[in-house]
């Protein structure tokens, strides 16, 4: 009798340790190795039950060896860019939450928790980890064209998809596994973290912003990213994804702006037509009429793209359906 209960006790025990949720930590790295030690020690303490995976992007330093000493799952991603190594992790790694952060140590693991407690409580599909909210990113960083990046960033996002982020451009964000397994990466650089905010606004993802503290770089180590170049990038990203998914009001704009055009050129003519009964200026004329045309045929393929998006869409949500089925904890 004692051998059945221990049995069915045990039984239980898998059960319930099957049912425990499983994070993985996603750490890309392009030569980190100053401070990769202790963004692998600070997550493995204050994420005990996690795995931490270090992607290393060939890196010339030895912060694949310095990750892996410090107890990371480390894979290497030759494509270079954070874009194509984010890609890679999320097919690669099984987990049912993510937290994805850089590996420069600015982020404190200690808001981790905070991070994945919405995700948790089905609150939430991502979480983005808000530095500028309480003002420590405007402190430690004295990289003024990086604020009003991401400045510039918001209020496109906000002017075109109605949704205002406090930081959009942040690299500390948690997410669940149909969010991760949904998500079509694009972008090659760091464009994907503005890739990922437009996904999810877009998509009506559920958002949560959490505030959190940033830390700059210690001394020695030196971002990646290029404020001009890398900021066209991001801006050509919205571009991008502006026609991907809103076709019909980005067309719509460029008809409205061609029908302007074409009425500038136009009205002149028709004046003095009107009062003349001749066109003298046929230049204008047929310059008029193009631009109208232009117009119409800017506003038809608005209409067009629009159909398949929303064809898209349809069949985006029904694969949304498949993966709550096959990762989901709960629908």
Same mark, same amino acid.
């Given at each position: ?102 590996? !420069? ?19 939430? !599909? ?15 960083n004295d990289r003024a064209f990086h604020g009003f ?11 075109i998809y109605g949704f205002e982020f406090s930081d ?11 969010f991760a397994k949904t998500m079509p990466v694009l ?25 959190? !503290? ?72 047929? #310059?008029?009429?193009? #631009?109208?045309?232009?117009?119409? #045929? ?6 067009? #793209? ?26």
């Amino acid at each position: 009798m004692f051998v059945i209960e221990e049995e069915e006790l045990s039984v239980e025990q898998a059960a319930a340790a099957s049912s425990t949720p499983t994070v993985a930590v996603l750490v890309p790295c392009y030569n980190e190795a100053l401070t990769i030690a202790k963004v692998v020690d600070d997550f493995r303490r204050v994420l005990p039950e996690a795995t931490v995976y270090v992607y290393d992007n060939n890196s010339s330093d030895d912060t694949a060896a310095i990750a892996r000493a410090h107890g990371a799952v480390v894979r290497t991603e030759r494509r270079q860019g954070k874009g194509n190594v984010v890609r890679q992790m999320m097919r690669d790694i099984d987990a049912d939450y993510y937290v994805m952060v850089d590996g !420069d140590d600015t982020y404190p693991a200690e808001a981790a928790p905070a991070l994945l407690a919405p995700l948790m409580a089905d609150e939430a !599909d991502m979480t983005v980890g808000d530095r500028l909210s309480n003002g420590t990113y405007g402190k430690e960083n004295d990289r003024a064209f990086h604020g009003f990046g991401n400045n510039l960033v918001r209020f496109l996002i906000k002017l075109i998809y109605g949704f205002e982020f406090s930081d959009v451009m942040t690299g500390y964000r948690a997410y669940n596994a149909v969010f991760a397994k949904t998500m079509p990466v694009l972008s090659p650089g760091f464009e994907i973290e503005t890739e990922l905010s437009i996904h999810a606004v877009d998509k009506r993802w559920r958002i949560q912003e959490i505030p959190i !503290d940033y830390r700059d770089r210690p001394e020695g180590s030196e971002s990646k990213l290029d404020t001009f170049s890398d900021g066209m990038k991001v801006l050509l990203m919205i571009l991008s994804l502006f026609k991907d998914y809103r076709p019909l009001a980005l067309f719509s704009w460029m008809s409205l702006v061609f029908f302007l055009l074409g009425l500038v050129a136009g009205v002149p003519v028709i004046v003095e037509f009107l009062q003349t009964g001749l066109v003298p200026k046929l230049p204008s004329a047929l #310059l008029a009429v193009a #631009l109208v045309v232009v117009g119409m #045929l800017s506003f038809t393929s608005g209409l067009i #793209l629009d159909t398949v998006v929303k064809g898209a869409r349809k069949q985006y949500e029904l694969d949304v359906t498949r993966a709550y089925e096959r990762y989901g904890r709960t629908i």
